[in-house]
């Protein structure tokens, strides 16, 4: 059996938090800080065993010695600002006895506002950390409040500077609209107070009441949804942001996020692009030699038994996840890779790709679709009409 190996990008989860977000559903836990060194251990375990692994299965020529280059390393959670430089060290470490991590890759860490400390920001800077993803989320106290966060616009401001000071060039700024209680000023002024700090890069995404959190329970099991922003005017929403960025010179590259040019997210076009990539932690996705394999979910059982992994059964069909991963971007892509997957015949598919076109959801060009920002916003529902 062949065992090929094409990543070069690699995903660490570190899943410890203040506090937990209500409309969050990741793998993340709050008061539980005293595992932190346990989960270090075991993810230091899983790295070192797992790529033990990888090579004897990849490397038939054990005359070979060439470590795999890794071009993206993306540090996320949970609120792995809460970590110790010290902890990183022992991390980035273990990795490079596997791969080459050369000055030109991409390494982001995702912080939480309220917990930048210059000394954590310095010693992240010297092991390479050269990109902060910020979850600001809002400007605004009330939406704030609203999304459970606790941390302030001023925690927010407060960490921007701390990055800044400490000689990060390149960070990202998440922030969340259809928020219950948000109107399009607030939204408006959040958008353009994030532009104030000159960030490389915004993310923006909907809010989604996902099954599971207090959210769900709050706002469909009692009966409040009236409370929620309609599909409609979450459209308005989005449309100011992509209007408001054009014009402050981003780049709308995929669905909910916005660069300067030479400023895209490359870890994360790894996934939208569908390529291969090594991921540990708890509940952590791999895709390698073809396979998706996850880790369990149950923070306990990782530390415990960090290598135990499992097969991914979906998506059954590799071009179906290419279309659902490709269509997010604001690339074209070929009408053919629809008919790969489709159940519908040629006529169907040209009807409907015309139909869409005359709504002003996609744009047709020869063999190739390209979807508008109105097209985007809802590319899931796009392709299952299409599908």
């Not at 210059?118 to 409040?145: P, T």
């Not at 960490?159 to 998440?174: E, H, M, R, S, V």
């Not at 979906?314 to 053919?336: A, T």
Request: glycine share 4%; proline share 3%; with cysteine.
């Amino acid at each position: 059996m062949n065992y090929t190996i094409t990543a070069e990008s690699i995903y660490i989860h570190i899943p410890f938090c203040k506090t937990k977000c209500p409309y969050c559903d990741f793998a993340s836990w709050a008061n539980k800080e005293n595992l932190i060194e346990q989960y270090f251990d075991a993810l230091l375990f899983e790295i070192r065993t797992k790529c033990e692994a990888y090579k004897s299965l990849e490397l038939r020529d054990k005359n070979r010695k060439v470590k795999r280059t890794i071009k993206t390393i993306f540090i996320g959670g949970g609120t792995p600002s809460l970590v110790s430089p010290e902890l990183y060290e022992k991390l980035f470490s273990e990795l490079k006895k596997y791969f080459e991590i050369n000055n030109d890759c991409e390494i982001t860490m995702e912080l939480n506002p309220g917990t930048a400390r210059e000394d954590y920001l310095l010693g992240y800077k010297n092991l390479g950390v050269n990109r902060i993803s910020i979850g600001a989320q809002s400007f605004n106290e009330k939406i704030l409040e609203t999304l459970g966060r606790k941390h302030s616009a001023d925690e927010t401001i407060d960490a921007i500077n701390k990055i800044k000071l400490t000689g990060f060039t390149n960070f990202n700024l998440d922030l969340i609209f259809s928020v219950p209680g948000m109107t399009k000023d607030i939204w408006i002024e959040s958008v353009y107070k994030a532009l104030d700090f000159a960030p490389k890069h915004i993310s923006a995404y909907s809010l989604i009441i996902e099954p599971g959190t207090p959210f769900e329970h709050i706002y469909k099991q009692n009966k409040n949804s009236k409370a929620l922003i309609e599909d409609d005017f979450a459209f308005e929403f989005y449309s100011e942001l992509c209007k408001i960025l054009k014009q402050s010179g981003f780049i709308h590259y995929e669905v909910s996020n916005f660069a300067k040019p030479g400023y895209e997210s490359k870890h994360n076009l790894t996934y939208w692009l569908a390529k291969e990539y090594f991921a540990f932690g708890v509940s952590a996705h791999r895709y390698l030699n073809g396979m998706r394999t996850g880790n369990t979910k149950n923070l306990e059982m990782y530390i415990s038994s960090p290598n135990h992994e499992t097969i991914i059964d979906y998506p059954i069909n590799y071009n179906f996840e290419k279309i659902m991963l490709v269509s997010r971007l604001s690339n074209e892509f070929d009408v053919d890779l629809i008919e790969k997957v489709t159940t519908k015949n040629r006529g169907e598919i040209r009807n409907l790709l015309k139909d869409l076109s005359n709504e002003g959801f996609i744009e047709l060009s020869r063999d190739k679709i390209h979807l508008t920002e109105k097209g985007l916003f809802v590319n899931n529902e796009i392709l299952l009409k299409l599908i």
